[in-house]
Structures are given as structure tokens and as C-alpha cells.
């Protein structure tokens, strides 16, 4: 009794080879096969060179950057994609706020709702240096949590050292700590004289390198915390028991306009010019820069820096992979 069977595609049936519903002679189908792998080959390579070309046709660097001293660099290795003037030392103005934030969060036994009251001295401090300010007045109780985003939305001095005073302890013990941690995080080109980056002790007695910032900003995002408060455009407080009501937007030009951004920070004094500590992911890369000094000294306006962050981040996810480009 015959058993009923059935063929594949490609099947050998006493040397022929079904195909399409037919039946050809092995040695042709064979022919026919070695035949068709040249232009396969070739069409590959076709598309090879193409994708080739397109590379060897984006620029080397990022264009038009007004910035004297910047650098891009892969988010999750630190690799440097570009880099210009980046180990100069140099006032950042407010971007010194990252590392306060940075100490408050590496605080041991951290309590983000640890309730504190803004301190008197926020009014002199804030009016010397005629300081930005998140609105706060003193006598108000406000948790750790709220005093982070009055501090890194609007870049409120007045939060600054109402956080300073409190994990210092006191002001002075809270600046040696933020030196402590620089020298941990191995920023060595870094030093601070104050916690906003106000010029106290001087205008260029805070001070930074491009390079150290963009290590200082790699640690800080990978806080949780810091990272949720940095990306936030707006944080509003309803007024309750021991405060006022208040209403905190981003100083961040990217947030919102460039797709990705994931934060930082901006920085400005008039030795510092316009600073800014920019992040954003495209599909799985990450990239991380900083521009200091985006438009000259006494600029007023983010313009530039943001005009500068932006060419440096297109021209990093240009690169697809985001990997430093042949020396």
C-alpha cells in the first residue's frame, strides 16, 4: 500500500527540483541560482557605497557653534564626539546649581520632604548680587522637594541658599562640600565659592571647564530625582500651611522646542556670558554638551546657546550612532 506523502518547494524528486508548482532539471535550477548572486552582491554593495557617501558628506563638526569653549559627548560612555577649548577653566554662572543640587541628593538618609524654612539672609544675598530669584520670602516652609525645582526651574539664588543653609550645615560646610564632591567625581579643573555661582569672592573664583561639566552632568541625571526636576517645564505650589503660592517655569530653551530634550541647566554672569548644560535622546542614543560663553560677555539673551546647543545635537544624531568621528 503506498503512503501518501507531499512536496516541498525545493524538494528533489529523481534529480529534478520543484519549483513554483513545476519541476526543473537540478543542474538548471543550480545555474539559475549561481546566476541571480552577482547582482544580489551587487545591489548590496550599491547600497553600501551609498550609505558611504552619505557619511562622508556630513561635516567633520558641528557648524556655526558661537561658543568659545563646548563639548558634545555620548551621555552613557562620556565619550567626547567634539570639543572645543574644553579644559580652559571658565566662570558658568548658574550651572554651579547641578552641584548643588547633586550634593542635597547624595545627602545620606535624604528626606525630599523634609519641610525647611527659607532663612532670612535669602534678602541681602539676593539683592547684592541682584540675583534671580524663584520668588521666595522669608519665613516660608517648603519641602527639600519644592526648594529642588524653585532652585533649577527659575534658577532661584533664594533656593539655592535656602538648600545650602540647611545640608551644610551652614553655608560655608555646604560650599566644602560641593569641593569635596568635584574632587570625587574626579572634576579636577572645578571649584566653587559659592552655591549659585554668583560672583562671590569674585568673578572668576567659581569656575569650571567644559569637560568637568559635562561629568558633573552625567552623574547628576543619572539621579532619579534630579533628572524628573530638570526635565519639568512647569512646577506650580499651591499656597498652603507656611507658604505662598508659586509657580516655577524652566529657564531651558530646549524643553519643548527640541525633540528629545531631556534637560539640563542654564548659567549666565557677566563674566560667564550665556552658559548653558544640555541633554537629549533620539532612539537609543543619548548625548550630553555644554556651551559656555555662547554669545560673549554681557548677553542677555539664551539665543545664542540655544542656537549653538541645537547644531551640536543635530550634528551629533546625524552620526547615527553617535561614536566620535575619525581623526
Known sequence: MRTAGRLTAGAVVTGMILIGGGTVPAARAAAA????????????????????????????????????LAELANAATGADLWSRSSVLERPMGSITKVMTAYVVLTTPGLNLNRVITVPDGIVAYDEEYDASTAGLQPGERLTTRQLLYAMLLPSGCDAAYTLADAYGPGLTGFIARMNATARELGLTRTHFAD???????????????????????????????????VGTREYQVAAGHGHLAHAWKTLNPLLGTFPGATGIKTGYTSAAGQCLLFEAKRGAATLIGVVLDSSGVNSSTLAAAASDATDMLDWGFSRQDASPPPR
Not at 561635516?59 to 558661537?66: Q, T
Not at 568673578?203 to 526636576?229: P, Q
Open 33 to 68: 541560482t549561481s546566476a541571480a548572486r552577482p547582482a544580489t552582491v551587487a545591489a548590496a554593495r550599491k547600497v553600501a557605497a551609498a550609505a558611504a557617501r552619505k557619511v562622508a558628506t556630513r561635516p567633520a563638526a558641528p557648524v556655526d557653534v558661537r561658543s568659545r
Open 195 to 229: 552655591f549659585s555661582g554668583l560672583p562671590v569672592a569674585g568673578e572668576y573664583a567659581t569656575y569650571s571647564t567644559a569637560h568637568d561639566l559635562i561629568g558633573l552632568g552625567r552623574a547628576a541625571m543619572r539621579n532619579k530625582t534630579f533628572a524628573a526636576v
